[in-house]
């Protein structure tokens, strides 16, 4: 089992010449680098010098109480809070993310918890939403073609919805997740973020995506999960990071771990034996 904390000294390892700092799991490059990562939301310390890496075609499940910084640190990757200090890299160069627009140009994509889909539009009108097609001169819209492409992304996930013009309100939750990711693949996303995408979901519909997760994996994506269930998270996951007051207090190989290793790390019961240097 891989049991990593902070760096030591509370400092990531210099790369040579400037290049990428070296993974902290395995010789194999991670798509996406977060060194040394902080921030604050005036007095409270959000985030302190936390480290994550997410590696083509796996899923990382990111774990902890409420209050651990699990979210701050998702909304980090997407743009929407920008770090006090610390690195990001992506496929080995270094990024400046200033806004929600710079990781979608990566290729980063941020499913949230409330999916936000339109109700009232049917599955490609969402999958469309923002960057529809039109067709010159007249700038109608090309409804054919963007059914037949809303179509194959959804066979290529095996999605199961009989109908894309469906209005998304008929839709179930899972569903509905679905159709969310499936907008996050259809713009050739690498990396995947994913908040809480099975909570208020019946048996059948959290089955359904968490086959989804498995698929995004097996297609070469890099998945973060967000989850309070660990019997998901050890049925996706292939690592568990584990955040507590803001700081990464373990990361984990799931099939070297146990659910009683990660709840003492989550609750702190494993505080004084693993607390990481900082």
Avoid at 8 to 24: F, Y
Wanted: aromatic share 4%; charged share 20%.
């Amino acid at each position: 089992m891989t049991e990593t904390g902070g760096w030591p000294g509370g400092h990531p390892p210099t790369a040579p010449s400037g290049g990428p700092p070296p993974s902290v799991t395995s010789d194999r490059q991670p798509i996406l680098q977060l060194r040394a990562i902080s921030k604050h939301f005036g007095a409270v310390e959000a985030l302190s010098g936390v480290d994550f890496d997410v590696y083509p075609s796996e899923v990382v499940a990111l774990v902890g109480d409420n209050g651990a910084g699990k979210s701050t640190l998702v909304k980090t990757i997407a743009g929407i809070n920008i770090p006090d200090s610390g690195e990001i890299w992506f496929e080995g160069q270094h990024v400046a993310i200033h806004g929600p627009r710079d990781p979608a140009a990566l290729g980063i994509s941020t499913v949230y918890q409330d999916l936000a889909l339109c109700d009232n539009l049917d599955v490609v009108a969402n999958l469309y939403l923002g960057r529809e097609e039109v067709e010159p001169p007249v700038l109608l819209l090309s409804e054919e073609r963007m059914e037949q492409r809303a179509r194959e992304v959804l066979k290529s996930l095996d999605v199961k919805i009989p109908n894309p013009r469906n209005p998304i309100a008929a839709l179930s939750g899972g569903q509905r997740q679905s159709v969310a990711v499936a907008r996050s693949v259809m713009w050739k996303a690498k990396v995947v973020l994913l908040d809480e995408p099975t909570a208020a979901l019946g048996v059948q519909q959290t089955k359904q995506v968490l086959e989804l997760i498995l698929r995004l994996r097996n297609q070469g994506l890099g998945v973060v999960v967000i989850s309070h269930n660990l019997a998901n998270v050890f049925e996706v996951a292939d690592r568990i990071v584990v955040l507590r007051l803001g700081k990464r207090v373990g990361t984990y190989e799931r099939k070297a771990a146990s659910e009683e290793r990660i709840v003492a790390a989550i609750t702190g019961a494993e505080f004084g034996k693993f607390q990481p240097q900082v």
